[in-house]
Nanobody, 124 residues
Framework: QVQLVESGGGLVQAGGSLRLSCAASGSTFSRHVMGWFRQAPGKERELVAGLSRSGDSTFYADSVKGRFTISRDNAKNTVYLQMNSLKPEDTAVYYC?????????????????WGQGTQVTVSS
């Protein structure tokens, strides 16, 4: 069992930056693929960034490429999402998710554990 707790959300002006953190409990964090999803009101939850177990393989949604960076520290059981050049359309609840299978996928049902979410609001 893995429990995930996100932090770092908040209100920021367009063009600003935020760093989200997701702390995982348990000793198996390094054996999970990690993903950051987001869900805006009235929209489906979408994968923003994904990271392999070792950190050597990543996925980014086209909408965030070049602006967001996902990373992990397996010694600290933590995954991060650095978000730069934020835009109002980045406003959403951001969720951290973990997957036991060793491949990154955009399918939400294929992730085994989820955090409670953290709100990110970008003002224009």
């Amino acid at each position: 069992q893995v429990q995930l707790v996100e932090s770092g959300g908040g209100l920021v002006q367009a063009g600003g930056s935020l760093r989200l953190s997701c702390a995982a409990s348990g000793s198996t964090f390094s054996r999970h693929v990690m993903g950051w999803f987001r869900q805006a009101p009235g929209k489906e939850r979408e994968l923003v960034a994904g990271l392999s177990r070792s950190g050597d393989s990543t996925f980014y949604a086209d909408s965030v490429k070049g602006r967001f960076t996902i990373s992990r520290d397996n010694a600290k059981n933590t995954v991060y999402l650095q978000m730069n050049s934020l835009k109002p359309e980045d406003t959403a609840v951001y969720y951290c998710a973990a997957r036991r299978q060793n491949n990154i996928t955009r399918v939400t049902n294929f992730y085994d554990y989820w955090g409670q979410g953290t709100q990110v609001t970008v003002s224009s």
